[in-house]
């Protein structure tokens, strides 16, 4: 017979107030809360996949900067296509040595762009620096250079200057400056007026104070010329400088020349030059020589132009640093821990990118160059690199085959055969038309020497390799400018010429391409967007995490309704209870009367 009714448990079940246990004694909340996670346990399954995928991203991108470290590195290696710019060629850089009897530098200064020839030249003698105009005027006695120095129109008195306008000639070619000065103009207001159209006639004003005085002191105006040299010379006593005055405005102020224009006279290579300027530009392309002061021709000074070894040697240094780095790198994503399990940071232990990545650049930097001239440096080794293993450190695992580099050695290769050195990174074409250029290339280029075929007049274009003769792709871009394509699938697969000539032409061509060139085009593909093989696994990865986000949703939609589904269940469970515990109450009542009756 039940006496009493247990009121239960009270609970918050996904923001539903729930009474429970009360006639079945069951715990509801704790029952509810074990079902709905039994059910979630897929999602929890993929949140926990959600969460190395992002640690697998995290890597690939830190994999991503270190490639587009190292894609720049290798680009001022490779020479490379299109215009020519020198200034992205590393080994196109140089350095300039200066020898004499005396010291050189107080003498000339010798600089050179990137592409100029490697040659050793001269100075035997610098007869003359070149010179700018300098004139003085007669002497203004004033209280100061502010004070009024300019007199009414024809009221001039010698050593003064009148109101009007007057005419100079320009060096520009066009109407002759006119300069007008006003009663009672200052000194340094005329000295203003001058500097004002300086830049067409060549003549700059200085005020200059000569001697203090009372109640006046004595000042003087300095005339400049802007340039050095004969051509912008001038005398402003002289009707070639000043055209016309018709107003007296400088006729009573006197003139002195203190510094007449000439031109810089020196011997270069046994040749006599004369320049306006002392920095000469226009001798040899890329080579400007500045003049510091007379040299005898006792005294000559030598002028080495070579390859800039330190600059080469750097950048080959940074080479590889990266490619060590790209090696401890795969190493930590690879190691596996004493339990025989990889590590909780080998996130990339199995995937395919970094795997292709490592192999793809280890083949790379082992390779032997085709192309290149028997008998000279073909593969790193030859120049001072070699290949160890590291035992690791505290911070990271054993890394098999680590470039050691020998730099003695490299140092001695740069600067005994420096040509051979840049074979092996660049890439290299030759041939015996100099109509042709190399305008891009890749790394499925099959071949080093080949001949084109260009037949303009029939439309017959060609490339014969050994003795196999194919058509090439050619578009006209106009009269004289021909695109050139190597066709796929064959040995000069992703190589694009220009051929800038409207004649007929049988070109011979030779080519090699280096280890900077291959590993640039490799980097470019595997980081292009889109379809490069580190952007694609990066997108793979963010296309799964998108595809699994999207799945625990829908496992949480419907542990939503399963945990509805539950608490109705539940509540009907202990009204049913409830209800029959009220009957039976009943029953036993009723019972009980009859036998009190």
Same mark, same amino acid.
């Given at each position: 017979?039940?006496?009493?009714?247990? &009121? =239960?448990?009270?609970?918050?079940? =996904?923001?539903?107030?729930?009474?429970?246990?009360?006639?079945? =004694?069951?715990?509801? $909340?704790? +029952?509810?809360?074990?079902?709905?996670?039994?059910?979630?346990?897929?999602?929890?399954?993929?949140?926990?996949?959600?969460?190395?995928?992002? *640690?697998? *991203?995290?890597?690939?991108?830190?994999?991503?900067?270190?490639?587009?470290?190292?894609?720049?590195?290798?680009?001022?290696?490779?020479?490379?296509?299109?215009?020519?710019?020198?200034?992205?060629?590393?080994?196109?850089?140089?350095?300039?040595?200066?020898?004499?009897? /005396?010291?050189?530098?107080?003498? #000339?200064?010798?600089?050179?762009?990137?592409?100029?020839?490697?040659?050793?030249?001269?100075?035997?003698?610098?007869?003359?620096?070149?010179?700018?105009?300098?004139?003085?005027?007669?002497?203004?006695?004033?209280?100061?250079?502010?004070?009024?120095?300019?007199?009414?129109?024809?009221?001039?008195?010698?050593?003064?200057?009148?109101?009007?306008?007057?005419?100079?000639?320009?060096?520009?070619?066009?109407?002759?400056?006119?300069?007008? +000065?006003?009663?009672?103009?200052?000194?340094?207001? #005329?000295?203003? *007026?001058?500097?004002?159209?300086?830049?067409?006639?060549?003549?700059?004003?200085?005020?200059?104070?000569?001697?203090?005085?009372?109640?006046?002191?004595?000042?003087?105006?300095?005339?400049?010329?802007?340039?050095?040299?004969?051509?912008?010379?001038?005398?402003?006593?002289?009707?070639?400088?000043?055209?016309?005055?018709?107003?007296?405005?400088?006729?009573?102020?006197?003139?002195?020349?203190?510094?007449?224009?000439?031109?810089?006279?020196?011997?270069?290579?046994?040749?006599?030059?004369?320049?306006?300027?002392?920095? /000469?530009?226009?001798?040899?392309?890329?080579?400007?020589?500045?003049?510091?002061?007379?040299?005898?021709?006792?005294?000559?000074?030598?002028?080495?132009?070579?390859?800039?070894?330190? +600059? #080469?040697?750097?950048?080959?240094?940074?080479?590889?640093?990266?490619?060590?780095?790209?090696?401890?790198?795969?190493?930590?994503q690879s190691e596996i821990g004493?339990?025989?399990?990889?590590?909780?940071?080998?996130?990339?232990?199995?995937?395919?990118?970094?795997?292709?990545?490592?192999?793809?650049?280890?083949?790379?930097?082992?390779?032997?160059?085709?192309?290149?001239?028997?008998?000279?440096?073909?593969?790193?080794?030859?120049?001072?690199?070699?290949?160890?293993?590291?035992?690791?450190?505290?911070?990271?695992?054993?890394?098999?085959?680590?470039?050691?580099?020998? $730099?003695?050695? &490299?140092?001695?290769? &740069?600067?005994?055969?420096?040509?051979? #050195?840049?074979?092996?990174?660049?890439?290299?074409?030759?041939?015996?038309?100099?109509?042709?250029?190399?305008?891009?290339?890749?790394?499925?280029?099959?071949?080093?020497?080949?001949t084109l075929n260009i037949d303009?007049?029939?439309?017959?274009?060609?490339?014969?390799?050994?003795?196999?003769?194919?058509?090439?792709?050619?578009?006209?871009?106009?009269?004289?400018?021909?695109?050139?394509? =190597?066709?796929?699938?064959?040995?000069?697969?992703?190589?694009?010429? &220009?051929?800038?000539?409207?004649?007929?032409?049988?070109?011979?061509?030779?080519?090699?391409?280096?280890?900077?060139d291959r590993l640039f085009n490799?980097?470019?593909?595997?980081?292009?967007?889109?379809?490069?093989?580190?952007?694609?696994?990066?997108?793979?990865?963010?296309?799964?995490?998108?595809?699994?986000?999207?799945?625990?949703?829908?496992?949480?939609?419907?542990?939503?309704?399963?945990?509805?589904?539950?608490?109705?269940?539940?509540?009907?469970?202990?009204?049913?209870?409830?209800?029959?515990?009220?009957?039976?109450?009943?029953?036993?009542?009723?019972?009980?009367?009859?036998?009190?009756?």
């Open positions: 017979m039940v006496t009493q009714i247990t &009121l =239960g448990n009270i609970s918050n079940i =996904g923001g539903r107030t729930v009474v429970g246990g009360g006639q079945s =004694g069951i715990d509801t $909340e704790a +029952l509810i809360k074990g079902l709905t996670e039994a059910r979630r346990l897929p999602a929890v399954r993929l949140e926990t996949r959600n969460e190395n995928l992002d *640690k697998q *991203k995290s890597a690939l991108s830190e994999l991503q900067s270190l490639i587009t470290r190292f894609r720049t590195s290798v680009d001022a290696l490779r020479n490379p296509p299109g215009v020519q710019n020198d200034t992205q060629n590393i080994f196109q850089y140089r350095t300039t040595t200066l020898s004499s009897i /005396v010291n050189a530098a107080n003498y #000339v200064n010798v600089t050179v762009e990137p592409g100029v020839n490697v040659q050793n030249l001269s100075i035997d003698e610098v007869v003359q620096l070149a010179r700018e105009t300098k004139q003085e005027s007669s002497v203004l006695s004033l209280p100061s250079n502010t004070s009024p120095a300019v007199a009414a129109a024809g009221d001039a008195t010698p050593g003064r200057l009148s109101a009007g306008t007057f005419n100079l000639r320009v060096l520009d070619g066009g109407a002759n400056a006119a300069i007008t +000065l006003a009663e009672n103009d200052s000194l340094q207001t #005329v000295a203003n *007026k001058f500097n004002a159209v300086r830049d067409r006639t060549g003549i700059q004003a200085t005020v200059v104070k000569v001697a203090n005085g009372s109640p006046n002191s004595d000042f003087k105006i300095i005339f400049t010329a802007t340039q050095t040299g004969t051509t912008g010379a001038f005398d402003l006593a002289n009707a070639g400088t000043v055209t016309s005055d018709p107003d007296g405005v400088l006729a009573q102020l006197g003139f002195n020349t203190t510094q007449p224009a000439q031109n810089a006279q020196f011997v270069f290579d046994g040749v006599t030059i004369e320049r306006e300027s002392n920095s /000469v530009d226009d001798l040899i392309d890329g080579i400007t020589i500045t003049l510091k002061q007379p040299l005898p021709a006792s005294s000559p000074i030598g002028i080495s132009v070579q390859p800039d070894t330190s +600059l #080469v040697k750097n950048a080959l240094v940074e080479f590889v640093d990266l490619y060590n780095e790209l090696r401890v790198f795969a190493a930590n004493d339990d025989g399990l990889p590590t909780e940071d080998a996130v990339l232990i199995n995937d395919p990118a970094l795997r292709s990545i490592v192999n793809s650049v280890s083949a790379e930097i082992g390779r032997v160059i085709s192309g290149l001239t028997a008998g000279q440096p073909d593969r790193l080794s030859d120049i001072g690199f070699g290949f160890q293993d590291f035992a690791g450190d505290d911070e990271n695992p054993a890394v098999r085959n680590i470039i050691a580099l020998d $730099e003695e050695k &490299l140092q001695s290769a &740069l600067e005994a055969n420096f040509d051979a #050195v840049r074979g092996i990174f660049e890439f290299r074409q030759t041939s015996d038309n100099p109509n042709l250029a190399i305008f891009r290339r890749t790394n499925a280029l099959n071949t080093n020497a080949f303009r007049t029939n439309g017959i274009y060609t490339a014969t390799v050994g003795t196999s003769t194919f058509t090439v792709d050619v578009e006209v871009v106009s009269p004289t400018l021909l695109s050139i394509k =190597g066709p796929a699938g064959s040995v000069l697969e992703g190589m694009e010429f &220009l051929y800038s000539s409207a004649d007929d032409a049988t070109i011979n061509v030779n080519v090699s391409q280096g280890i900077g490799y980097f470019e593909a595997s980081l292009r967007p889109g379809d490069g093989l580190l952007s694609n696994a990066i997108t793979t990865i963010e296309d799964q995490k998108t595809r699994n986000t999207t799945e625990i949703t829908k496992i949480d939609t419907f542990i939503e309704r399963y945990r509805e589904q539950l608490i109705e269940q539940y509540s009907a469970l202990e009204a049913a209870l409830s209800a029959a515990n009220q009957l039976l109450s009943l029953l036993d009542a009723q019972s009980n009367a009859r036998n009190n009756a």
